[in-house]
Structures are given as structure tokens and as C-alpha cells.
């Protein structure tokens, strides 16, 4: 009761971020980027679609790791037209894993990805917004714009391949589910890799 | 290929080569940016017994690698061994981490040589001649970018019935010793609520904690601003909970960076109790006791408290005056702990018997009487004059003054504490609502129980400085200063004059403040005339101008209109009422209930900073919600109705009503987004369905 009254007193003199978290069950936060192209996307013009976010840079070995041929699979094997698969590059020009469009292009052909749009976030307002940290970092929002799910792409922190196969997909399984009209769970996990170079 | 890649793949190339030395140590293994090795404090080992290994990792300057908990990326080293039957592994014991900031993220890590120690454990039967051990480690070191890489080291160390240390290695250990924290048996709780991590850690001296580090991942927003304060002999730690959080662990280890270096402890998880209003109306011991313990430690804080510290300040003076011998300070301790305890009792009987007859009465509700107020707003200023010299009250404040302490000695002491009491009580409302709530709802004897058990937390600090001969020895000298200092604290006097009468201003109206500042003034003159008299530069004539200069000031503050009921007003707030509320309920709105009073700095801090906030303002126009205001200054049978059903004799009240849900009451101290977060939860419970 004591640690009750103290911690209430240290409220009053704590000031508190206004920091807004994104949440699961809550609106995902708007945005509006420019792709490899030019062209520019915002979340609002895929409304009535299932949108996955996810934050790349093609030089960290975690997400080397799953460019192995899992990334791709799981594009294709969702690359339906209900859902919009946008790849988020959040690196600041001069940063490591900032590219040019050509470059993301080039690396989209080479490496046999399928993203609907590389998305260039190069002030990091979207990527900062999302509360987004590593690479790979996976996001899926339903159709109505709400997030469900938030986190790592699986259960097995690590660098190495062989550990895929092991691991629990969480993203897979949470995408599965809301496709299905379903919540995803877990909705929130713990994103692993290398941190996104604001 | 870039540079990045192929550093990786060489990397992974040379790691995967095990390397395998006959000796306390693997030899070093070199991968990029780091070499590593594995290292034993014993060349020869016996069986039943304990030694350590060292991983030994030397990056490349500026890289790192990470803790247990890596923070918001990276990942943690870990170790698999490979250990003949018997043989078992501890967990790594780890080195303080530091904080690496990579705006905006932080990750928790170790740059330079760092040294892992495990502790191995070989079963009293074993057989073997060797012992084999074999250790896959897994790493990530980072700078800007990462590389992760893994290696196998070997170890065979000859088992023989003497053990012998490496000598060669001890001063490795030595080090690593002193690179980790230090166990300590601190106890610490922490709890995870309203998206902040909490932790209070029992703690008598004061460490001066500069940063503290969770080892439980995904706990803590590692970049967040970490608020330590050392309050009461117990640390408490905050911070932002982190995004990904998503279950509160039994327990974790918990580093704090001390100015005496790093200390370990563990922390339990606590769940918060669930104080209800409903089951506080039956009687439980159990709860009894918690109750007694919280209402002194409410007491010891009321010490600190600008309606208290005044009147404290001048007690402290007279403590320290030393003119008295120890036996005497006692005895004027004890008597001031019984003006302060039988106060409190004999206020809680008032209490008491004022519900029993059903009076709306409410604790600090002797506030509520304007004239009280004003005459209050004279005492101090009296006091003040005194302190500030221009009238002699006498040797000190507590053999002097105004009626009630001008006794000598004992009755001096008793009254000082009846004083501190009185002017104490605006105070305890916001501090002791919930002792106060619930001694309301217990039988007379419980109750007044509690009330001597707040009493005697706020008389503690003096019984301790009268009993305690370090406490007093530290104390200074008497000399010149003490009459400097005895004038410095006319100011918060003054300042508590000042406040009362602000008050005063709030209940009466513009007009009655200014008699009674003119009443203020009046009381100044005969001070004064009362001083010259003093000083034989005045007849007698004086001493009974200055009598009836101060009924004068007190008839002023019969001014006989009070102003019209006017309520605290503010842009986004309507006045409450019972019917205005009923109606609001009955049409489906969501309605915020605010209970203050002008005299409750509680109140008034929470609207600051929670309530009158541009965030809260827009949470409640995004859920419609309706502010009902009500303003228990001036006493209010309806508002001190009100608070009764739910269990609470003082403001502030925070009712959240949500079409559907029951009631919901806030806690009495707001933070920032409290509101935000209880609409949130209210909201997901039940969507609001309007007409519309």
C-alpha cells in the first residue's frame, strides 16, 4: 500500500511523453510516402484492403536471413489483390540501407521479391510513428485501417536460416487470421534484428 | 557485394573452423570486428567441485555486443554448452551493460573487453580423467551496422583429485569480478500499469541511482527518460512501457548504476490491490493493519506539506533553541505528539458524530467556514509580524504568541500540535483520502484508531529528534543565525496568509477580501503598537488601541453578503448538479464527474495537468463526453452526499460514467493521460452507439 502511495506521488511529478504508441485494435497510423517510382501511396488509398508494412534494409544480415527465400514466399503466397504488400525503407540519406529508387528496384528484380511498392521513409516520421526498430519489422492492418498485428516476422531470434524452419511464424499466422476475419495471436511480439538507422 | 556482406560471410567462413587446444584456454578465435576466447580459472580440475570459465570477447573499438535484455535490437550473446554426464552449466553471469543510444532507439550492451563467466559444476562421482567441454556461442556485435557470427570452442582439462588454479588467467577473472554488479538483498517489487513500468525497492540509504536496467525484455521502453526518486527509504524507479510489451514476468534481475558502482537485485512482480468501495464496508483485520500503516506513513509526509511545514518550522526552532535539557525536549516532544494525536482523534469524533446525526459534513470541511479562513489568514500573519520582529511574542514562538501556545512549556507544546492540525487538515484530504474513506466506513473504534495512527506519523520526526542524541548532536549550535533564520520563516507565513486568504477570496467574493485585507492591515497596526509597547516607547493607551484595532479586523470579516455561489468555471466544464447528472445518464452520455474544492491543491495540480490539458479536452470531445464540475469550497450537502456513496469524505472525486458500465472512479491522483486511457478501456468494453 506504501509502494501504492509513493509510486502515486512520484506521479504527480513525473511528466509523462505525450508519446503516442501505436496499438493493436486501434487505427494504424496514417502515412503518405513515395515509392521506388515516384509515385506517392498513403494508407487511406487502400482502405477495404489488408495492408503489411514491412521495414527492410537490405544490408542487415536479419534481413539477408529471410530474403533467403522466406520474405519472397510469403509475398507470393500472399500476393493476392486483397492484399498490399508495401516494403518501408525508414534508412536517412547518408545512413546505411538508404538507397536510391533504382537501387530498391534493382534489388527488388535480383532478389525475386514481389512488394507491391518500396516505400522511402527517409525522415523516419512514418517509421517513428509505427514505433518501428528493426529490420525486418512486420505490421499488418485489416481492411477498416485498424492494426492487428505488430512485431517479429518469427519466434526465433537469431541471423541464421536454419532457424526458420524452427521458429513459430508469427507474422504469417497473424496475416492467415485476419484474412480470416479472425484476431491475430499473438497480435503483439517482439521485433529481432538490426536497428532501423534513423 | 557489398563490404558489409562479405565481412559477414568471412565471418560465418572462419568461425565455423572449431579450434581445440589442450589447455585452460581455447586460444583466441578471430572473427570480424571481434576476437574471442574461452578461458578456465583451473588448468586441472577434481570432481565435486565449482570453477568458472570466462568467454573473453575483444571487439574492435567502437563495436559492441549485448545483455541479457539487448534492448530495442541486437541480440544477446548466448552460450550452448556440451558437458560430459553430470556436468552443469550456470547461466552467464553478466557484466554491468551500459546504455548505447542510437537515436531514437537504445540498446543495452558492452563496448571494449567484455567477459562472460559461467560456473560449472562437475557431480562428486565423476569418473573421467578429462573433463571435455565444448561451448557454441552465438553473438552479434554491432557499430553501425551488425554482424552476426558463431564459433565453437573446446576445452579438455585434466581431472585430477588436486585442483589447480590458472594462475595465468586469474587476473582475467579478478576483472571480471569487478566489471559485474554486486548481489545485494535489496527487496524490490514493480508492477506494470497505465503503459508505465513501476518499481519500488526497500532501500534505507539513499545509493544515488543515476539509471537502472531491466533484464526482461520488451518491458521497458529502453529510450524513454527513466525517473528515479529516493523517497522515504525506498527507491522508486518509472518508466514508459515499451510497445512490444505483452507479459509481466514473475520476476527479473534489475542492475542499478549506484555512485558506489553496479548492485544486482531482483524484482518481484506485484499485482495492484483492487480497492473497492464495496468491500471496504466489512471489517478486516488484515486491512485494518495496512490501513494503520498507511495512515502513519500519510502522517510522516503531511510533515513536508506547505499547509504543515510552517507551523513545523517555528516547532524545529524551538527544538533546537537548546535551551532545554534532553529530559525537558522529551516531555515538550511528547506533548506536542499528544496536541497532534488527541487532535486528530477528537476531530475524527467530530467527524463521527457529525455523520451519526447525519450531518453532510466532510473532512476539511471546518475550511469550508469562511470566518475560520480569514481568522486563520490573521493568525499566521500575526505569526509572521512576529517572527519578522515587530512585535516581541516572546523568547520563542512556542512560549508565545496567541492564546492557546503563549503557556509555558507543556501546554505550549500541546497546542502547537493542536495547531499544526488544524491548519494541516486542507492537506490530508488529497493525502489520506483513501484511510480517510475507509475509517469513515469502519466502527467508531477502528476508526478512530486510524485517525491516532495518522496523527502519530506526523509527531514522529519530533519524538525521533528528542530521543535520538545523534540526531540532536548533529544539530547546530545556537548563535545569530537561529535569529535569521527565525526571520526567514515569517516568509512562509506569510506566503500560508497569502493562500488563506485567496481562499477566503474564492468563498466570499472580491469585496470581503478586500475588508478583510484592510482587516489585514489593521491587525499589522496593532502589532506594531503592541511592539512599541514593548519596547516602553508607548503608553498603555497603546496596548488598548491595538485591542481594538484587532477587533475591528476581525469584525471585518463579518462582511454579510457572501458572494453569489459562484463556481469554478472553465470553458469545457459545466456546473454539476444531482439532476444535471441524472439527466446526462439517462440520455446515454458519457459524463466526468470532477469533485474540487479551491483549497485542495490536489484538485488543482490534477486539473493542471491532466484535466485542463489540450490532449483531454480533445479525448473528450472525440468521445462526446459531458464535464460536470462541482465545487465543494464552500460547504455543499449535495456534494458531501455525493461523495459519500463512494466512500469518500474529501475531494478530489474523478467519476467516469459510461452508458452501460458502472461507475467508474479514477484515482485521486492523475496523470497525464488518465482520462485518455480509462475512456480507451470504457470505450472498447462498450462502444458508444449514438443516435445519430
New interface residues.
Partial sequence: ???????????????????A??QV?QAAPAFNLTDSKGKSHSLADFAGKTVVLEWTNH????V?KHYSGNMQSLQKQFGTDDVVWLTVISSAPG??GHVTGAKADELTISRNAMPDAVLFDET?VTG?AY?A??TPHMYVIDKKGVLQY??GIDSI????VDDIAKATPYFSDALTAVLAGNPAN?A??????????? | M?L??RL?FFAVLVLLTTVSVQAETSGWVNASHLKAELVSDHQDVRPGQSFKLALHFIPDEYWHTYWQNPG????ATSIEWTLPDGVEAGAIQWPAPLAIS????V?YGFEGPTILVSELTIPADFSGSQLQIKAKV?W?V?K?????A?ASFELNLPVTQAAIEARDYKKLFEQASQHQPKVTQLQG?Y?VQN??F?A?IQMPEDLKVSAFFVSA??LV?HA??Q?I?W??G?L?L?Q?QN????QALPQFDLVLNTAAGPVLLQLQH?S??QVSPATLASFSLLDWL??L??AA??GL?LNLMPCVFPVLSLKALSLVNGQNSAQQTKTEALWYSAGVLLSFVALAAVLLLLRAAGQAAGWGFQLQNPFVVGALAYLLFVLGLSLSGVVQLGLGWMNSGQQLTQKQGHKGSFFTGVLAVVVASPCTAPFMGTALGYAATQPALAALAIFAALGLGMALPFLLLAWWPGLAALLPKPGLWMEKLKQWLAYPLYLSAVWLLWVYGRQQGLDALALALVGLVLVGAACWLWGQQQLQQAGKISGLIAVVLLLGAIALLWYPQPAAQQVAQTDHAEVWSEQRLKQLVQDGQPVLVNMTADWCITCL?NER?ALDTD?SKAAMALYNLRYLKGDWTNKDPAISAYLRQFQRDGVPLYVLYWPGQPPEVL???L???SLRQALEQLS?KQPLITSQ
Avoid: H, W
Avoid at chain 2, 72 to 75: E, N, P, R
Fill in positions: 500500500m506504501k509502494l501504492k502511495l509513493a509510486l502515486s506521488l512520484s506521479a504527480l511529478f513525473f511528466a509523462s511523453s505525450l508519446f504508441a501505436p485494435g544490408d542487415c544480415p536479419f539477408v545512413k546505411q523516419g517513428k514505433d526498430k528493426t505488430m512485431g531470434a537469431s541471423a541464421k499473438p503483439v511480439t517482439k521485433p529481432y534484428g538490426c536497428s532501423i538507422k534513423y | 557489398t558489409f556482406l559477414f530495442d535490437s541486437g541480440l542510437v537515436p531514437p532507439l540498446n552465438d552479434l554491432c553501425e551496422i551488425c554482424i552476426p558463431d517489487r508492477d503503459q508505465k513501476s519500488a525484455p520488451e521502453d524513454a527518460p525517473q526518486d523517497v522515504d525506498e522508486l518509472r514508459q510497445t512490444y510489451f505483452s506485484e495492484a490491490p495496512g490501513m500503516v498507511l506513513a500519510g509526509i495540480v495537468v490532449s484515482p485521486q491522483i496523470t497525464p493521460d472498447s
